[in-house]
């Protein structure tokens, strides 16, 4: 028998919805028609529908958790086919709900003696994301420098969640480095002194060191998203 459950959590892990609200307002509905839904165990198949042409989402995925998440979906032919045009946070196609969502990219460049704070970083633009890309506790930080390529290369986005400051061995953090900006710095206990030591994925680059006492102050959040071009390596035969 098919779990509401764990295909309400599929559908909230693809469109970044955390609560019913937040659900109930990307598929046009009321929150009530969710709190229904869960009482009779069943997914309304018009969620399916909307949830594909909004997103692409495989309705197979959310029922059984089997092939691709997303099928091989292009929202702006889809919506040209339908005499709509995608306009970032207003176009929609099959509903009043955004394809994509305009977010506000922040410089990674701070002033100097500040703290880590997103208020002190310059804003460069907006870019059409996903809504499963954005969210109120997530910082869009355009990236101004080689330092960690090949993991990330200059002029890559990445998204930061603010609400994960908590450092975690081996993870990726986007970290203030006092009269240097902002930086991505891959974090590595280091108990016998005490905090934990900062590395880059290159090879041969300097480390750094962060007491414990001072990453809440300096660690802006834990990235959980890259979005980048891969360099030309110009080998191509054609």
Avoid at 115 to 142: F, M, Q, W
Wanted: glycine fraction near 10%.
């Amino acid at each position: 028998m098919l779990s509401f459950q764990e295909t309400y959590e599929r559908i909230c892990e693809t469109t970044g919805a955390r609560t019913q609200v937040e659900l109930a307002n990307l598929l046009g509905i009321r929150q009530s028609s969710i709190s229904d839904a869960k009482r009779r165990n069943s997914i309304p198949a018009d969620w399916y529908m909307k949830l594909f042409e909004q997103f692409g989402i495989n309705p197979n995925w959310l029922k059984y958790g089997t092939g691709p998440c997303r099928l091989n979906f292009q929202p702006e032919a889809a919506a040209a086919a339908a005499g709509d045009v995608v306009h970032g946070a207003g176009a929609s196609f099959g509903s009043r709900q955004p394809l994509s969502i305009d977010t506000t990219v922040y410089g990674m460049s701070c002033p100097a003696g500040s703290c880590a704070d997103p208020s002190s970083l310059p804003a460069e633009g907006r870019i059409p994301l996903l809504p499963s890309y954005t969210g109120k506790n997530i910082l869009v930080l355009h990236v101004d420098s080689e330092a960690f390529a090949p993991t990330v290369f200059k002029g890559a986005y990445v998204g930061i969640d603010t609400t994960r400051r908590h450092p975690v061995s081996g993870g990726l953090y986007a970290v203030h480095m006092p009269f240097g900006g902002v930086a991505l710095k891959r974090l590595f206990l280091n108990i016998e002194k005490g905090g934990f030591t900062l590395r880059v994925d290159s090879q041969n680059a300097p480390e750094t060191f962060l007491p414990a006492a001072q990453c809440r102050e300096l660690l802006l959040g834990k990235v959980v998203w890259v979005m980048h071009h891969f360099p030309d390596s110009g080998t191509d035969a054609g």
